[in-house]
C-alpha cells in the first residue's frame, strides 16, 4: 500500500520534514522509492517564482538534448541548481547521471503573449522534452513550470534523502507545499514517470489507493489535452480530472467530487442544484472513479485539498498547528513532525467531503 | 398408369413426427383439442385380428373398426413439435418427436411457392456464443478491495438521451461558486440499464402485453427498479396513453407508422409524458425487412388502435421519405422532439450491420445533439413473423459490433453522447445478467430484451426449432396469439410476477457481479474487467486473452 503526505506552511519548510513525515509510515510502503513536489518555493528559488524552472534527471546526452530545445525555443537559462549527491556504495539508489533543476527567462517572442499561452508554450516544451529524452531514454522531465520543483527516484528513500543531502534541513533549499511520497509503483513497470505526485500545469495530485476505472477514464482523457499522457499509472487519471475540470472547464474546486464520485442517484433527486449534478454526471460519466483511494492534491494557487473515495476504503488525517497543516495516510508521520500540536483537533475527512487548506492555512471541509 | 403417390405429403416429410401409443390412449381427446395447430386428429382405422377360440388351432380372422390419434399431413397444419399434447395427455399416450429425415423445406416451397415463415426466434443454428467466452476474470483482491453485494450501495441506472459534452454544456457560475444551469439541454432520462424490448400489442397476445405492462408497473411502484417497456410499432390502447404509466414506457414508430394516429390523437390529453420515442430502422433478427403481422392475429382490437382492416400488414423495410442519415436526423427526430415539446428523449434502433459504425458516427456528430440513445440490434433477437431465408441467412452478430461502435465513439471523445443500447439473444441461456453485464463492460449503456419475456410466460418455443409458430396467430401458449380461447391459456398475473421475479433477481445478480470488480456503478466501457478463453474473441474485442 502507498502512504502520501503533505505540508502546508505559511513558513518555508525545508523537504527533511517531508522525509521525516514519511519515513515513520515506513513499515507501510515499501521503501521502493521517494518524489516528492515542491511548490511556493523559498531559499535560492524565491528570487524566481514567475520563472519556469525545469526539474530534470538524465544522461548527459539527454541533457545536450534538452539544452538543444530549450535553446531553439528562445529560453534563456538565468539560474541553476544542482545537488550536491553523495553516493557510497550499497545505497539503494538507481541513480541518474544528471539531476538538473534550472530557471530560465522566457523567449523574447513572450513579452505579448497572454499568461494562458506562456503556459501553454511551457507544457508543450515539455511535452517535447519528454518525446525526445524518451527515443532512448535519455531522461525523464517532470516539471517545468514557475515556482515548482519535482524530485523523483527509485531505490530506499533514506538512502535518496543521503544521496541528495535532504536530512540536514538549510534555509537555501526550502517551499512552504510539499507533497511527497514513498514507492514507485509497484503494481506494475518500474518507471520514473509512474511516481507520485503528478505535476500538470500547477496542478499537483498524489494518491493512496487505485482507480478501477482506469481504462474508462484513460481512454476519455486520452483525446482531451495533448498533456494528458503516459497514464503509467492509474492514478494520473486523477490529475488530468482535476486539472480538466477546474482549468479547462473552470469549474470550482467543489465539484471535483461530484465527478469523481457522484452522489447515489436516490440522494441527487432530493438535492436543490439536481439538475446541475445530473447534468455532470451525464457527461462526465467516464471520469468517474472507482476503487480504494486517498487523492492529496494541490492547485496553481498552492491551495491543498484532500478527498476519499465514496465508500472511505483508505485512511487520511489532518493535523495542524498555526503554523502548518499537514496530511498523512497515518496519525504518526503528523505525530513525528508536529509532536506538539492538539491531536483533538485532527480531521479524518469522511468519504462525502473536500477538505482544503488556503494560504492562510484556514482549514475548510466542505461537504459534498 | 398408376403409381405409388410418390409427391404426396406424408408425415415424414414433416419436420416433426407424432409417436402415439393406441394402447395407452383413453381416447379423453385432450390432444386433439389442445392442438392450436390442428395438427392431429381422430380417426377410424381398420384393425385386422387373427384369432382362435377353439382348442387346437382354427384361424379366425376378425377386422373392427379402432379410434386413434394421427397426425394430419396437410402443410397449413404441420406439427410445431410443442409439446402441448404430451402435456396434456393424462396418460403418456402421445408425443412429438423431431425428424431427422424432414423434406419440409423442400416440399413447402414446391407446394406454396413461397418460403416457410416462422416467427420467435433467428437463431436455430446454436453455436458457441461470443458471450460464453466471456469471463469477469479482473477480480478486486488485498489492495483494491470487493465489495459487499448485500451491503454497498449499487448505482445501476443506465441514461436514455442525449448527453452534451462537459463544455457545452449551459453553466453560469455564480458568485456563490455555484454552477447553475441556464439554458437548454436535451432531455434525458436515467432509467434501469435493461428495457423490455419491443413488442408490439398485435404481435402480443392482448394478455401478455398487460403482463408485461404490470409487471413493469409493479416494478417501478413497488420494487424501485425504474423498467421501462418499450410499446413496439402499432400503438397502444389509448386507455393507457392516457394514463400515468404511460410514464414507463418507450413509444416505438416504425416504417408503417402503424398505430400513430391514435398516439398523436391522444396527446392533449397525456397526463404524463413516454419515457421516450424510439424510431425503429431495422430488426436484428430481419435485417432489411418490415414488421409483418399475419391477418390471423390481426384481431377487432388490433384494428381499432393500429386503423386497420383485417389483413396481412406489412411495413415497408425503410421509412418513405428518408433518404439520408441528415434527413433522418433533421425529420424524424426534429418533430418527434417537438411533438413532446423537447421533454422526452428520442432514439433510433438500427438491425447491427457491417455499416452500424458509420451509421453511428453520422449521428454522433450531428451538430443538433437531438439523438438520444443508438439501439443495436444483432441477429440472435427474435421476431414475431419473418420469412425464413430473412432469419436464416441475414444478419449480423451484435458484441463486436457494439464493441466496434464504442471505440469508434472513444477515438473521437465522444463516449457516452449518445447512450449505446445493445440487444440480440441477450439472455438466450437464461441469464440475462451475466450477457448484460459482460455487454457493459465491452461499452453498452445498456440492454434490451424481448424473446427471455415471452420464456418467463411459458413460451414452448426454443432454439432448435421448436414451436416458433409466433407469427400463425395460433400460439399454444396464448402468448403471441389473438384467438380468445388461446389467450385465455395465459394467465397475466402468473407471467407478471414471473418477470417481476425475474428482474428482481437480475438486479441482485447485477450487484453479484459489481462488487468483485469493485465498482458501486455499471463498469461501463471496463473490458480490463473481461477475459476470454477464444483468441480470436480476445483479438477482436481488445480484451485479455487467457488460458
Ligand atoms: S406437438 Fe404441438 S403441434 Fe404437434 S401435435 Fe402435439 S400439440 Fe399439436
Ligand atoms: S409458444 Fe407461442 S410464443 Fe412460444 S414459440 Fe410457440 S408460438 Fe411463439
Redesign the interface.
Known amino acids: 500500500m502507498c502512504r502520501i503526505g503533505a505540508i502546508k506552511s505559511l513558513n518555508y519548510v525545508h523537504p527533511s520534514t517531508a522525509l521525516h513525515l514519511m519515513n515513520s509510515q515506513q513499515k507501510g510502503h515499501d521503501n521502493s522509492g521517494f518524489a516528492m513536489v515542491m511548490q511556493d518555493l523559498g531559499g535560492i528559488f524565491a528570487d524566481y517564482k514567475d520563472k519556469p524552472t525545469l526539474s530534470l534527471a538524465c544522461t548527459d546526452e539527454g541533457l545536450q538534448i534538452t539544452e538543444e530545445i530549450l535553446g531553439v525555443l528562445g529560453f534563456r537559462q538565468v539560474f541553476q541548481w544542482a545537488p550536491e549527491t553523495n553516493w557510497k556504495p550499497g545505497m539503494d539508489i538507481k541513480k541518474m547521471p544528471n539531476y538538473v533543476f534550472r530557471t530560465f527567462d522566457y523567449p523574447d517572442y513572450c513579452r505579448d503573449m497572454s499568461q494562458r499561452d506562456k503556459e501553454e508554450l511551457l507544457t508543450n516544451t515539455r511535452l517535447r522534452i519528454r518525446a525526445a529524452l524518451e527515443k532512448d531514454e535519455t531522461g525523464f522531465v517532470y516539471s517545468f513550470w514557475p515556482d515548482v520543483i519535482t524530485l523523483k527516484e527509485i531505490g530506499d528513500p533514506r538512502d535518496i534523502g543521503t544521496f541528495f543531502g535532504l536530512w540536514e534541513p538549510d534555509e537555501s533549499f526550502t517551499a512552504r507545499t510539499i507533497t511527497a511520497q514513498c514507492r514507485q509503483n509497484t503494481n506494475y513497470a518500474i518507471v520514473r514517470y509512474a511516481a507520485h505526485p503528478f505535476f500538470l500545469q500547477g496542478y499537483v495530485t498524489l494518491t493512496n489507493g487505485e482507480n478501477t476505472f482506469y481504462q474508462k477514464n484513460k481512454e476519455f482523457q486520452s483525446t482531451l489535452h495533448p498533456g494528458y499522457l503516459g497514464f503509467e499509472s492509474d492514478s494520473q487519471c486523477f490529475l488530468y480530472t482535476m486539472h480538466y475540470m477546474h482549468r479547462r472547464l473552470g469549474w470550482p474546486l467543489q465539484y471535483y467530487k461530484h465527478i469523481i464520485t457522484p452522489l447515489p442517484f436516490e440522494e441527487v433527486v432530493k438535492r436543490e442544484d439536481k439538475e446541475e449534478l445530473l447534468a455532470i454526471r451525464q457527461s462526465l460519466a467516464h471520469l468517474e472513479i472507482n476503487g480504494p483511494n486517498t487523492i492529496i492534491g494541490t492547485l496553481p494557487d498552492f491551495t491543498m485539498w484532500v478527498v476519499c473515495d465514496a465508500k472511505k476504503l483508505r485512511p487520511i488525517v489532518v493535523g495542524r498547528t498555526e503554523d502548518t497543516v499537514v496530511f498523512s495516510s497515518e496519525v504518526c508521520g503528523i505525530n513525528e513532525i508536529l509532536p506538539g500540536r492538539d491531536w483533538e483537533s485532527d480531521i479524518y475527512p469522511n468519504e462525502r467531503e473536500i477538505v482544503v487548506v488556503d494560504n492562510n492555512l484556514e482549514v475548510q471541509r466542505w461537504k459534498q | 398408369m398408376e403409381t405409388v403417390k410418390i409427391n404426396d405429403l406424408a408425415c415424414n416429410d414433416l419436420p416433426w413426427k407424432v409417436i402415439y401409443d393406441t394402447k395407452r390412449c383413453t381416447l379423453c381427446g385432450s390432444c386433439v383439442s389442445a392442438c392450436s395447430f390442428g395438427a392431429i386428429k381422430p380417426k377410424v382405422e381398420r384393425r385386422r385380428k387373427s384369432f382362435s377360440d377353439t382348442e387346437t388351432p382354427e384361424p379366425k380372422i376378425s377386422f373392427s373398426a379402432t379410434p386413434v390419434i394421427t397426425q394430419v399431413n396437410i402443410l397449413k397444419h404441420f406439427c410445431r413439435g410443442c409439446g402441448v399434447c404430451e402435456r396434456v395427455c393424462p396418460n403418456s399416450a402421445i408425443r412429438s418427436e423431431r425428424n431427422p429425415d424432414s423434406r419440409f423445406n423442400v416440399v413447402y416451397q414446391a407446394t406454396t411457392a413461397s418460403g416457410p415463415k416462422r416467427g420467435g426466434r433467428n437463431n436455430l443454428e446454436v453455436q458457441a456464443r461470443t458471450l460464453d467466452t466471456l469471463r469477469v476474470g479482473r477480480i478486486?483482491q488485498m489492495?483494491?478491495?470487493s465489495?459487499d453485494a448485500e451491503r454497498?450501495?449499487f448505482?445501476c441506472?443506465a441514461?436514455l438521451g442525449r448527453?452534451?459534452?462537459?463544455?457545452n454544456?449551459p453553466?453560469t457560475?455564480g458568485p456563490d461558486?455555484?454552477?447553475?444551469?441556464t439554458g437548454q439541454?436535451p432531455p434525458?432520462n436515467?432509467i434501469y440499464p435493461i428495457i423490455i424490448g419491443d413488442m408490439s400489442i398485435g404481435a402480443l397476445s392482448w394478455r401478455m402485453w398487460e403482463a408485461v405492462s404490470m409487471a413493469v408497473a409493479y416494478l417501478n411502484e413497488e420494487c424501485g427498479l425504474p423498467v421501462r417497456q418499450c410499446s413496439g410499432e402499432g400503438g397502444m390502447p389509448v386507455r393507457l396513453l392516457k394514463s400515468k404509466y404511460l410514464k414507463y414506457v418507450i413509444l416505438q414508430i416504425a416504417s408503417g407508422h402503424f398505430g400513430w394516429n391514435r398516439i398523436i390523437k391522444a396527446m392533449p390529453h397525456m397526463v404524463e409524458d413516454p419515457a421516450g420515442v424510439l424510431i425503429k430502422i431495422g430488426q436484428g433478427a430481419k435485417p432489411g425487412d418490415g414488421g409483418l403481422l399475419m391477418a390471423a392475429k390481426v384481431a377487432s382490437h388490433i384494428q381499432s388502435i393500429r386503423g386497420v382492416p383485417k389483413s396481412d400488414l406489412l411495413s415497408p423495410p425503410n421509412h418513405q421519405g428518408l433518404y439520408s442519415i441528415e434527413e433522418s436526423v433533421q425529420k424524424m427526430f426534429l418533430s418527434f422532439n417537438a411533438a413532446f415539446k423537447f421533454r422526452v428523449p428520442v432514439a433510433i434502433k438500427v438491425a447491427a450491420s457491417a455499416t452500424s459504425v458509420s451509421v453511428f458516427n453520422n449521428l454522433v456528430r450531428d451538430p443538433y445533439n437531438i439523438v438520444g440513445g443508438f439501439f443495436l440490434d444483432g441477429i440472435d433477437g427474435g421476431t414475431g413473423a419473418a420469412h425464413d431465408i430473412s432469419l436464416d441467412h441475414t444478419g449480423h452478430p451484435v458484441v463486436s459490433k457494439l464493441r466496434d461502435c464504442y471505440q469508434a465513439a472513444?477515438?473521437?471523445?465522444r463516449?457516452?453522447q449518445i447512450p449505446l443500447w445493445a440487444a440480440g439473444g441477450l439472455g438466450k441461456t437464461g441469464n440475462l445478467a451475466a450477457d448484460a453485464f459482460k455487454m457493459f463492460c465491452l461499452g453498452a449503456n445498456g440492454v434490451f430484451t424481448g424473446k427471455l419475456m415471452l420464456q418467463l410466460a411459458g413460451c414452448l418455443g426454443n432454439e432448435h426449432s421448436r414451436c416458433n409458430a409466433c407469427n400463425t396467430g395460433l400460439c399454444p401458449a396464448g402468448i403471441t396469439t389473438q384467438e380468445p380461447l388461446l389467450v385465455k391459456r395465459l394467465n397475466p398475473d402468473k407471467v407478471a410476477e414471473n418477470i417481476v421475479n425475474y428482474f428482481l433477481g437480475v438486479d441482485k445478480e447485477l450487484r453479484k457481479l459489481m462488487a468483485p470488480?469493485?465498482?458501486?456503478?455499471l463498469?461501463?466501457?471496463?473490458?480490463?474487467?473481461l477475459i476470454s478463453t477464444d483468441k480470436a474473441v480476445a483479438d477482436r474485442l481488445q480484451v485479455q486473452y487467457v488460458c
Open positions: 478486486s489492495t483494491d478491495p465489495l454497498h450501495t448505482d441506472l441514461p448527453v452534451l459534452p462537459a463544455q454544456l453553466f457560475l461558486g455555484k454552477l447553475t444551469k439541454t434525458l436515467w472513444c477515438a473521437q471523445g463516449q457516452g470488480i469493485g465498482n458501486s456503478s463498469p461501463v466501457g471496463r473490458s480490463d474487467c
